[in-house]
């Protein structure tokens, strides 16, 4: 016996039947009226296998307990719209035609199509030649997805009841009528909301949500603080919003000692809404998973008129000054000190029944920075002045927080700082030349307190414009001095001729000894910052410095890390005298040579 499973069947789907058949023996036995036996039941026990989709549901990747995919929509306001994501794809071999039906009884959802997917509709018969079909009735159109082919669709929800809201995406092949997507959303009339809080994206596809018989919409009632420093406050922000028109209510945050609300008590007027900080702080490392905070929120009335009823919450204070007498005695004056007082809550009665409450869930991962570094001392090779050799080294951010770095020169390392040029140095400078020299490095961002960061392009092009306007004044003033010289010959040669680059500094020649780069910024977790330490000597000698590497949110018993960086710059002569004996090379750091 076989039986024809129903078209509407979701696959896989199996199906079992228990057929009962009579006993043949027990009927030629029931003729004998002197034997009486009993009768008797076989029972037989048949399955099959229903229809497979003949696409894949690719987005989304939650599956109810029929093993169907469903899309849950947020719990939004009445008229408010979320758009999800629905992709198809074909992973057979053979190419699948197929229309989608919308099954939707309030007319709450609304199936959209991309322009990627417009490439696989069709309008007519893809077999056969235009003429052979001209006799042949129009088809209705449809998708065709070939071996491989992906279609995109955009499903909106925009709900217009109060109440939960279902729907589904049907697949049209041929004959057949299949379930190919379960809609799930809710809307709501509530007279408060907390706004701005995101939904758990663990909790959307979480198979304790999906295994139920009644799937719910999804609650945005979720704060992710993330990955934070230990002792250092992390803060959220959302608002919790009045929809009545005429009823005042009042808010009250249950106390917790790691997460704190602010503010934790206030008043709502109606159409109103009012900010709330979330503020996270701990001492100790810790992970926190949906930690539940509740708020209760009651209806309050006034007996003032409306407009005359003063918002309120806890953060809100008075500032006084109050006259205080001095200790000498002598003084007229009295000293004045600043008072703080907190606003009093304004009298108001609490309506019976009217106490709701909202849940909102925090989480967050508390952890100290981890960190490694490749190596803790870089040698240069030897470089002859006036040069610059380039080293890198990489730090690594193995923790779970993110790393803050910023590099300094140590307190006892000879840091070279200098502000002029040593082409600016030997020339003899005003007083005025100085001025003006500070002036224009100040304006165009010479910053001495940062010694690892070089001269900025706009010097760089004031230096060439320095250059210019020397020639133009070189050349004026020797066409001043020709006369002059026949005159007064002596007084020519001592007279010193004002340069323009008396006024600017020469950014390529006063690049630091020792220079890193970035000096600060921000390393992920899992994450690697390659360094890259300049070696640039003006004169022969053994240079050495330390650079330090601050770096916050570190264990207490952890020190601070620290590069030990050594150059030595020879003359051109002793090093080309050295390489020729010794061709091994020493040290490291790539060259540039400096103009």
Known sequence: MKEEPSSSALGPVYWGFDLPFLNPLVAELEQDNSVEVKPQILTFTISGKGQELPVTVVRPSARSKREIAVLRFKRLQLEDTEMLPLVIRNNGIKPVKFMLHLEDEHGVFLLKGRA??????????????????????????????????SAEFDVIFKPTLAQRLEGKICLLVGDSRLTLTELVGEGHMDEFTLDGLKEDPQERNAKSSLKKDIIDAVRANHIQFGHCPVGKRCRRTFTITNHTRTQFMRFVWDADAIFQFSPKVGHLHPGC?????????????????????????????????????PDWDDQMCIVTWKDIPRKDLAARWFKKERVVETVPEPAHTVLEKSSQEAEVYLSAIVFYTQFKLSTTVVQFKDTSPLQTRIATFRLSNTGKVALEYSWEEAEDSEAV????????????????????????????????????????????????????????????????????????????????????????????????????????????????????????????GT???????????????????????KGRAREQKILDKAERERPGSQGSGALETST
């Open 116 to 149: 990627s997917t417009f490439k696989t509709f069709q309008t007519g018969n893809v077999e056969g030649d235009s003429v052979r079909n001209e006799s042949k009735p129009a088809k209705q159109p449809f998708f065709l997805l070939r071996h491989g082919q």
């Open 417 to 540: 700082k200098k502000q002029y040029s040593s082409a600016l140095m030997r020339h003899f400078l005003s007083s005025e030349t100085l001025k003006r020299c500070r002036k224009m490095l100040h304006r165009f961002g010479w910053q001495p307190d940062r010694p690892f960061e070089t001269q900025s392009s706009g010097l760089q092009l004031l230096h060439q414009l320095a250059k210019r306007l020397q020639q133009q004044q070189d050349s004026e003033q020797q066409q001043q001095q020709q006369p002059e010289q026949q005159d007064h010959p002596k007084l020519c040669r001592s007279r010193r001729v004002g340069s323009a680059l008396e006024i600017l500094p020469d950014p390529f020649h006063d690049l630091p000894l020792f220079s890193i780069k970035p000096c600060h910024g921000i390393i992920a977790p899992g994450q690697k910052q390659a360094f890259q330490v300049r070696f640039s000597p003006k004169c022969e």
């Open 273 to 309: 809404a009012k900010g709330i900080t979330v503020t996270l702080k701990a001492d100790v490392p810790g992970t926190f998973r949906r930690r539940l905070v509740k708020c209760k929120v009651t209806k309050i009335n006034f007996k003032r008129p409306r407009r005359k009823v």
């Open 543 to 565: 240079f050495e410095t330390t650079l330090q590497c601050r770096i916050p949110n570190m264990k207490p018993n952890q020190k601070m890390k620290q590069v030990i960086v």
